[in-house]
């Protein structure tokens, strides 16, 4: 017995505990500018995908808030789209590790512009209804046209979402190719 037990200790001596092999992620790296300035960000990132050769950019436009991303040389500018796949948000293409990627990042628009111009508009239609209710025009007492007993900004308001419709609906059009 004495001899099995010296033995089996020999033997789970000579055997690591936990055999593990360590290898290397693929690698690139990346130089990434915004609208042609900078860079504001040089990273390492990791290639995914089944032949691990594809750049992860769903996490960069998610992490620097762009919508789109490009290639980019810093002597010529920007040139074409880098196409992400929808499902899993890498690239198409393919990468070598350990190269060196320029990207240029265009940012997502912001909600401040739309919804200036939008209140702007209504804030001058609803000055020139104003006025033309105080003040009516010639033409409008000689044909004896009556607008109603409403506040001008609802006017105003119902003229910027017909133009706004009006606009969309004829983009639709198009699209389907009723409109010329």
Not at 10 to 37: D, F, M, N
Not at 87 to 104: A, C, K, T
Not at 117 to 140: D, H, N, Q, R
Not at 155 to 176: E, G, N, P, S
């Amino acid at each position: 017995m004495e001899e099995k037990t010296e033995a089996s200790e020999e033997i789970e001596e000579s055997v690591p505990l936990a055999a593990s092999v360590k290898t290397k992620a693929p690698e690139v790296e990346v130089r990434l500018y915004r609208q042609g300035k900078g860079p504001i960000a040089v990273f390492k990132s990791k290639l995914g995908g089944w032949d691990q050769d594809q750049l992860e950019i769903g996490d960069i436009l998610h992490k620097y808030g762009f919508k789109s991303v490009y290639a980019f040389n810093p002597d010529s500018g920007r040139g074409v789209s880098i196409r992400i796949h929808p499902r899993n948000g890498r690239s198409f293409l393919s990468y070598q590790d350990g190269s060196v990627i320029f990207m240029d990042g265009e940012p997502k628009d912001s909600l401040i512009k739309p919804v200036t111009k939008i209140l702007s508009g209504v804030a001058f239609i609803t000055l020139v209804i104003t006025y033309l209710l105080k003040e009516p025009p010639e033409l409008m007492k000689k044909l004896n046209i009556s607008v109603g007993n409403f506040p001008p900004w609802v006017l105003a308001c119902a003229v910027i979402v017909f133009t706004r419709m009006r606009k969309r609906t004829k983009d639709l059009l198009k699209k389907y190719g009723y409109w010329n």
